[in-house]
């Protein structure tokens, strides 16, 4: 090959390897970014004593959940805490779940859900564990660990 020709097939190579490497240095549609915050903070409030009687560390509860006695309820609200600092539970955007854990016991305890609070009813003795979730427009956004609920 002459000379000449080098010169163009390296310049048709380096404009080749130019406008490749210009298409890759953004992205053509903008990314969607996770919205979805990360909890920082679940703490259970047992309504009656006004007290924070267990809170999530991780993938664990430190604390428990007063007894119930069977027949009665317990009234028990939630401190949730997002990145992006307290959720206020208002009940219709922001609320407080509760449901049996997988596997637990059922037959156990009820709950009412009461959009800012939830109650849990005892039904008969024995030992369950439920989850607390942070409803967020009608979906679960957040669950926590499992808790134990005994009823006596």
Known sequence: MKLREWK????VLLLTGVLLLAGCSGAAEPQEEDAQEEITAFEIIYRSEDEVVAYVHGDHWHGSLPEVV????????AYIEEDGGE?????????LGVALAE??????ASFDLHGDHVHIR???EGTTQVVFQ??????VEY???AIEVKVQ
């Open 8 to 11: 163009k097939m390296l310049g």
């Open 122 to 124: 005892g039904e008969q």
């Open 143 to 145: 669950e926590t660990p």
């Open 134 to 139: 942070f409803i967020h427009d009608g979906e």
């Open 87 to 95: 959720e206020v539970l208002d009940g219709d955007h922001h609320a």
């Open 103 to 108: 596997g637990a016991k059922e037959g156990i």
């Open 70 to 77: 069977a027949g009665e309820s317990m009234s028990l609200g």
